[in-house]
């Protein structure tokens, strides 16, 4: 950065001081003479726990900034009045309570007029969609983890916000951005208990949020109080038990042992007769043992089923359970006066369907936070996080682009192979070692006026290995042959384990911030933020075989500069938030000026890319994003509201500065400082509706228009000397949706939430994916290139229902209730199946559907509180209905997949084959195989025959990898909950 830069950045800071942290809420409202209406001027507003206030203005009017979000006690005193307390005023952040007090002249004997505050049930200054979840919702449902938190919103799924990538949604906890800076994805190691509440926003969101397009997860944590001790601990534990249906991937009548034990066949070989025609085709093929004989070595076909038997011994039965502890202290801080902590640490253990090089994947998180009152209007805030994973790098034979760790069933299950079963070493261990520093100083300058200045500074550490080598001493494993200890052990020339990442980053934010309720109707926010990066990328594969080794290796420091000016107008009945954004980012490094086809990208030349290139300075970007909500309420419980907004977020880090080659110089994939911002255009209408104070209903529409996102076009010369992959700016969506939601948040007995979301995506890409020198091969590829994908909507629903009783339900046994303090919690979902093109022999290309999935999960928990201590025991039962639904993952290949798809009936397809069947419909493992038979003369018993078969599904050919067909079966997990 230019020395000119720098001295306008730092002027920047110096005008524009700081702005609003979304973190905190704000009262205001008017004070008024109860007898004659008008407004009192200089009424003291007091919020007691906190130790701020303000007083009214010759309007009536008040306002208190930066309050910490949850319930408070507000105290309105004036001389001549009688004192005002309003119990209860609850905070959200982002948002304003608007509190209106009566106060009445002083009357002898009366001293405190003591209400109780009730918030509307619609927030009437929040134009966008937005969920709340407190502490007291989350030990509610039957969840463990700030992931599952969001899913729970209408238009989330998996992490992704209305059809945006985990990477365009932001993870706020206390204001701190905590988003990993390579790959830009949330990082949710979190604890738990600590958490006071979640906000998740799926639209509307202010110009004072940057580089991202999909969502934003604010996340409040617990707080040390000042003059006590607090703490909580939470632990939760599933009994070791098979995370699939039917027999172990292990037993000897799974697809990757039988055909080789089973005497049937293992001797003669599967295509001996010894197995009927269709479980030929459900296994591998064998030529069988007695091919083994060999009288010159003397190997026997014995021996050699016992030398095989010895390098498939593994077995891979979970022994663990599946375990979680949260814990969290905090109080004052010993020995130091206004000085206040709080301790939080997590630990997971999750294992694997089968296991790989671990067993699975494993998380520890600490957290230290700290708060220091220099005064009643400064506080400062610090934060030491550091947190490590560990589990398996999933990409065996290429580098590793963007860090990911391998976690959850499925996604296991699509990776088992053989060698990947009985092999240990086969796909690498792989840790994330993350640390950072947060620290924010906030000032209120009056009541209405604060500014906050915020730094963050984080490293990440990446580390993929092998395992220790393999033990190649030989061992007698029967009379007569000798053995290393195969399959254990990492060996180079078992072409596994290939896959490595040793890269360091680290990132460093400064921001500051500032905002001032100017009057009753605009508070304007204002900031400017700096982010700089050190990405010191080392992927690479490695392998004695220079065939399989490649390199992927850059340092680049890029640059962001951000500001914004928002204001917030508050009407009767009208209250809007404008906002513009501007935003520079700069990537600090080089392009290439190559032609697309130049020999440098070509084996031999492409080493030495580099020094030999002519390079110039990637062009910085430059963008403004402007920003709009309005919010009309209708009544006291109901309005209007609508955003619109243009938001920007910058490609990850292996599309901006990725250089792939092999051992021998082919450069296979080049990436593109010079990226465009993706860019995401997003519109949204929605209503909210308040029903007998009690239920709300929340409608809304939305809009997205996606461009400028990265994609990698292919560039191949005539004679194939030069293939890679170049980044481009080419892919673009088009997200539409309605979202409906109906919810009771609380209640004395019952509460609980519905919602359904409808969306349609369609996608595509400008251009083209391919470029060919060859002016043949490039009009044939473009006969043949699809541009668009065909909008498929995939509709799904949630809903809650919890039911408690209350304190003192009940009879009462030596002055206690035993059955107060019950609850149950369901949570139960349904998603629409997914929808791709068949090609059928009879239709031609039609779509077909995969069936829908229902999932309804249970808690059950009983507390016990005892003065101001609180113990909660549960049970969560996921998957309470035991539901099966048929997984990709155990299909053993295309033709297996094929094999099961033609053997369905569809509503197109006619004759014996016609039928009601989706993508999904399966046979069950005690019903024999047996297909349908033609009959066209009509006979009887056949068409009894048919019809029974059609009863059973006997007629469907199963995924040969029965024990991974089916995942995820009923689980139990136990847990206790203790807070003090």
């Given at each position: 950065?230019?020395?000119?830069?720098?001295?306008?950045?730092?002027?920047?800071?110096?005008?524009?001081?700081?702005?609003?942290?979304?973190?905190?809420?704000?009262?205001?409202?008017?004070?008024?003479?109860?007898?004659?209406?008008?407004?009192?001027?200089?009424?003291?507003?007091?919020?007691?726990?906190?130790?701020?206030?303000?007083?009214?203005?010759?309007?009536?009017?008040?306002?208190?900034?930066?309050?910490?979000?949850?319930?408070?006690?507000?105290?309105?005193?004036?001389?001549?009045?009688?004192?005002?307390?309003?119990?209860?005023?609850?905070?959200?952040?982002?948002?304003?309570?608007?509190?209106?007090?009566?106060?009445?002249?002083?009357?002898?004997?009366?001293?405190?007029?003591?209400?109780?505050?009730?918030?509307?049930?619609?927030?009437?200054?929040?134009?966008?969609?937005?969920?709340?979840?407190?502490?007291?919702?989350?030990?509610?449902?039957?969840?463990?983890?700030?992931?599952?938190?969001?899913?729970?919103?209408?238009?989330?799924?998996?992490?992704?916000?209305?059809?945006?990538?985990?990477?365009?949604?932001?993870?706020?906890?206390?204001?701190?951005?905590?988003?990993?800076?390579?790959?830009?994805?949330?990082?949710?190691?979190?604890?738990?208990?600590?958490?006071?509440?979640?906000?998740?926003?799926?639209?509307?969101?202010?110009?004072?949020?940057?580089?991202?397009?999909?969502?934003?997860?604010?996340?409040?944590?617990?707080?040390?109080?000042?003059?006590?001790?607090?703490?909580?601990?939470?632990?939760q534990n599933s009994p070791a038990a098979p995370k699939h249906y039917g027999i172990s991937p292990f037993d000897e009548d799974s697809y990757f042992l039988?055909?080789?034990?089973?005497?049937?066949?293992?001797?003669?070989?599967?295509?001996?007769?010894?197995?009927?025609?269709?479980?030929?085709?459900?296994?591998?093929?064998?030529?069988?043992?007695?091919?083994?004989?060999?009288?010159?070595?003397?190997?026997?076909?014995?021996?050699?089923?016992?030398?095989?038997?010895?390098?498939?011994?593994?077995?891979?039965?979970?022994?663990?359970?599946?375990?979680?502890?949260?814990?969290?202290?905090?109080?004052?801080?010993?020995?130091?006066?206004?000085?206040?902590?709080?301790?939080?640490?997590?630990?997971?253990?999750?294992?694997?369907?089968?296991?790989?090089?671990?067993?699975?994947?494993?998380?520890?998180?600490?957290?230290?936070?700290?708060?220091?009152?220099?005064?009643?209007?400064?506080?400062?805030?610090?934060?030491?996080?550091?947190?490590?994973?560990?589990?398996?790098?999933?990409?065996?034979?290429?580098?590793?682009?963007?860090?990911?760790?391998?976690?959850?069933?499925?996604?296991?299950?699509?990776?088992?192979?053989?060698?990947?079963?009985?092999?240990?070493?086969?796909?690498?261990?792989?840790?994330?070692?993350?640390?950072r520093f947060d620290v924010s100083y906030n000032h209120m300058l009056s009541s209405d006026s604060y500014f906050e200045i915020v730094f963050q500074h984080?490293?990440?550490?990446?580390?993929?290995?092998?395992?220790?080598?393999?033990?190649?001493?030989?061992?007698?494993?029967?009379?007569?042959?000798?053995?290393?200890?195969?399959?254990?052990?990492?060996?180079?020339?078992?072409?596994?384990?290939?896959?490595?990442?040793?890269?360091?980053?680290?990132?460093?934010?400064?921001?500051?911030?500032?905002?001032?309720?100017?009057?009753?109707?605009?508070?304007?926010?204002?900031?400017?933020?700096?982010?700089?990066?050190?990405?010191?990328?080392?992927?690479?594969?490695?392998?004695?075989?220079?065939?399989?080794?490649?390199?992927?290796?850059?340092?680049?420091?890029?640059?962001?500069?951000?500001?914004?000016?928002?204001?917030?107008?508050?009407?009767?009945?009208?209250?809007?938030?404008?906002?513009?954004?501007?935003?520079?980012?700069?990537?600090?490094?080089?392009?290439?000026?190559?032609?697309?086809?130049?020999?440098?990208?070509?084996?031999?030349?492409?080493?030495?890319?580099?020094?030999?290139?002519?390079?110039?300075?990637?062009?910085?970007?430059?963008?403004?994003?402007?920003?709009?909500?309005?919010?009309?309420?209708?009544?006291?419980?109901?309005?209007?509201?609508?955003?619109?907004?243009?938001?920007?977020?910058?490609?990850?880090?292996?599309?901006?500065?990725?250089?792939?080659?092999?051992?021998?110089?082919?450069?296979?994939?080049?990436?593109?400082?010079?990226?465009?911002?993706?860019?995401?255009?997003?519109?949204?209408?929605?209503?909210?509706?308040?029903?007998?104070?009690?239920?709300?209903?929340?409608?809304?529409?939305?809009?997205?228009?996606?461009?400028?996102?990265?994609?990698?076009?292919?560039?191949?010369?005539?004679?194939?000397?030069?293939?890679?992959?170049?980044?481009?700016?080419?892919?673009?969506?088009?997200?539409?949706?309605?979202?409906?939601?109906?919810?009771?948040?609380?209640?004395?007995?019952?509460?609980?939430?519905?919602?359904?979301?409808?969306?349609?995506?369609?996608?595509?890409?400008?251009?083209?994916?391919?470029?060919?020198?060859?002016?043949?091969?490039?009009?044939?590829?473009?006969?043949?290139?699809?541009?668009?994908?065909?909008?498929?909507?995939?509709?799904?629903?949630?809903?809650?229902?919890?039911?408690?009783?209350?304190?003192?339900?009940?009879?009462?046994?030596?002055?206690?209730?035993?059955?107060?303090?019950?609850?149950?919690?369901?949570?139960?979902?349904?998603?629409?199946?997914?929808?791709?093109?068949?090609?059928?022999?009879?239709?031609?290309?039609?779509?077909?559907?995969?069936?829908?999935?229902?999932?309804?999960?249970?808690?059950?928990?009983?507390?016990?509180?005892?003065?101001?201590?609180?113990?909660?025991?549960?049970?969560?039962?996921?998957?309470?209905?035991?539901?099966?639904?048929?997984?990709?993952?155990?299909?053993?290949?295309?033709?297996?997949?094929?094999?099961?798809?033609?053997?369905?009936?569809?509503?197109?397809?006619?004759?014996?084959?016609?039928?009601?069947?989706?993508?999904?419909?399966?046979?069950?493992?005690?019903?024999?195989?047996?297909?349908?038979?033609?009959?066209?003369?009509?006979?009887?018993?056949?068409?009894?025959?048919?019809?029974?078969?059609?009863?059973?599904?006997?007629?469907?050919?199963?995924?040969?990898?029965?024990?991974?067909?089916?995942?995820?079966?009923?689980?139990?997990?136990?847990?206790?909950?203790?807070?003090?």
């Amino acid at each position: 950065m230019t020395k000119q830069l720098t001295r306008r950045v730092l002027l920047l800071f110096i005008l524009m001081n700081t702005i609003f942290s979304a973190t905190t809420g704000k009262i205001s409202g008017y004070v008024t003479d109860t007898e004659s209406g008008e407004p009192l001027i200089g009424v003291n507003i007091f919020i007691s726990d906190l130790g701020t206030g303000a007083a009214t203005d010759i309007h009536g009017y008040f306002a208190i900034l930066n309050v910490r979000p949850g319930k408070h006690e507000l105290r309105a005193s004036m001389i001549g009045y009688t004192p005002l307390i309003m119990q209860d005023v609850d905070v959200v952040m982002g948002l304003t309570s608007s509190i209106d007090l009566s106060m009445s002249s002083e009357i002898l004997g009366m001293e405190t007029v003591t209400v109780v505050s009730e918030r509307p049930i619609v927030a009437k200054d929040l134009s966008g969609s937005q969920l709340n979840v407190d502490s007291e919702s989350i030990e509610q449902w039957p969840i463990s983890s700030i992931t599952a938190v969001l899913g729970v919103q209408a238009g989330v799924d998996n992490m992704q916000v209305r059809g945006g990538s985990v990477s365009q949604t932001a993870v706020m906890v206390d204001g701190f951005l905590s988003n990993d800076s390579r790959s830009n994805g949330p990082v949710t190691t979190l604890s738990l208990s600590s958490v006071e509440e979640i906000q998740v926003q799926s639209g509307g969101f202010n110009a004072e949020y940057g580089n991202i397009r999909s969502g934003i997860v604010n996340i409040v944590t617990a707080e040390g109080s000042a003059d006590h001790y607090s703490g909580s601990f939470y632990y939760q534990n599933s009994p070791a038990a098979p995370k699939h249906y039917g027999i172990s991937p292990f037993d000897e009548d799974s697809y990757f042992l039988r055909p080789y034990l089973d005497d049937a066949v293992a001797w003669t070989g599967t295509g001996s007769g010894g197995w009927d025609a269709h479980t030929q085709d459900q296994y591998p093929s064998f030529e069988g043992w007695n091919s083994y004989n060999n009288p010159e070595t003397g190997m026997t076909a014995t021996a050699a089923q016992q030398e095989w038997i010895y390098e498939h011994r593994r077995t891979g039965e979970i022994t663990k359970p599946d375990q979680t502890l949260d814990l969290g202290f905090g109080g004052p801080f010993p020995g130091v006066s206004k000085l206040r902590f709080y301790l939080s640490l997590r630990s997971e253990d999750e294992q694997f369907i089968v296991p790989l090089s671990r067993d699975g994947y494993s998380s520890n998180s600490s957290r230290l936070k700290l708060n220091y009152d220099l005064s009643v209007n400064q506080k400062l805030i610090a934060t030491l996080l550091y947190s490590e994973e560990h589990s398996v790098n999933r990409y065996n034979w290429t580098t590793v682009p963007e860090g990911n760790l391998l976690r959850g069933t499925y996604s296991v299950a699509n990776l088992v192979t053989s060698a990947g079963l009985f092999t240990p070493a086969y796909y690498s261990p792989y840790s994330i070692f993350r640390g950072r520093f947060d620290v924010s100083y906030n000032h209120m300058l009056s009541s209405d006026s604060y500014f906050e200045i915020v730094f963050q500074h984080g490293q990440t550490q990446y580390q993929t290995y092998e395992m220790e080598a393999r033990d190649t001493t030989k061992l007698e494993i029967f009379p007569g042959y000798f053995h290393d200890e195969a399959p254990y052990g990492y060996n180079s020339a078992d072409w596994m384990s290939l896959g490595r990442d040793t890269s360091h980053t680290s990132s460093t934010l400064l921001k500051a911030e500032y905002t001032d309720q100017i009057n009753s109707s605009n508070q304007i926010k204002m900031g400017v933020q700096l982010n700089f990066y050190d990405l010191q990328i080392r992927s690479y594969t490695e392998s004695d075989k220079d065939t399989w080794s490649r390199t992927m290796n850059y340092d680049v420091v890029p640059v962001r500069i951000s500001g914004y000016v928002q204001d917030k107008l508050e009407f009767e009945g009208f209250i809007a938030n404008l906002g513009l954004r501007a935003e520079y980012s700069s990537a600090n490094t080089d392009v290439y000026e190559l032609d697309a086809y130049d020999d440098l990208f070509k084996q031999g030349l492409g080493n030495n890319l580099e020094e030999l290139a002519e390079k110039q300075d990637a062009k910085p970007t430059f963008t403004l994003s402007p920003r709009l909500g309005i919010s009309h309420p209708i009544t006291d419980h109901s309005k209007l509201y609508f955003n619109y907004g243009h938001f920007y977020s910058e490609a990850g880090s292996t599309y901006r500065f990725r250089l792939q080659r092999e051992s021998n110089g082919l450069v296979t994939n080049l990436g593109n400082p010079e990226l465009e911002q993706e860019r995401t255009i997003a519109y949204e209408l929605g209503y909210s509706h308040g029903i007998s104070n009690t239920y709300i209903l929340d409608l809304a529409t939305y809009y997205k228009d996606i461009t400028q996102q990265p994609g990698w076009v292919i560039y191949k010369n005539a004679t194939g000397s030069v293939n890679y992959r170049k980044a481009e700016s080419n892919n673009y969506q088009d997200i539409r949706g309605i979202e409906v939601t109906l919810s009771k948040p609380k209640g004395r007995i019952f509460s609980g939430f519905v919602n359904y979301t409808y969306m349609v995506k369609t996608s595509g890409y400008f251009g083209l994916l391919r470029q060919f020198q060859n002016p043949q091969e490039q009009r044939d590829y473009e006969n043949h290139n699809v541009v668009d994908s065909k909008p498929r909507a995939q509709p799904y629903f949630r809903a809650n229902l919890s039911m408690r009783t209350p304190d003192k339900f009940g009879p009462s046994v030596a002055g206690m209730h035993p059955a107060e303090g019950f609850e149950l919690s369901f949570l139960a979902s349904n998603k629409t199946g997914s929808q791709f093109i068949y090609n059928s022999p009879e239709a031609g290309d039609v779509f077909v559907q995969w069936v829908s999935q229902w999932d309804v999960d249970l808690r059950v928990q009983k507390s016990i509180s005892v003065g101001g201590v609180s113990l909660v025991a549960f049970c969560d039962i996921a998957n309470l209905l035991d539901n099966k639904y048929l997984s990709y993952s155990g299909f053993s290949d295309q033709f297996d997949y094929a094999d099961y798809l033609s053997s369905l009936n569809f509503s197109f397809e006619e004759g014996i084959d016609h039928g009601d069947d989706y993508v999904g419909a399966y046979r069950e493992d005690d019903v024999a195989y047996d297909p349908l038979v033609p009959n066209p003369d009509n006979d009887p018993q056949i068409a009894a025959d048919n019809e029974r078969r059609r009863e059973t599904k006997s007629y469907i050919d199963m995924p040969n990898y029965r024990s991974l067909t089916f995942l995820n079966p009923r689980k139990f997990t136990f847990g206790l909950r203790f807070n003090f």
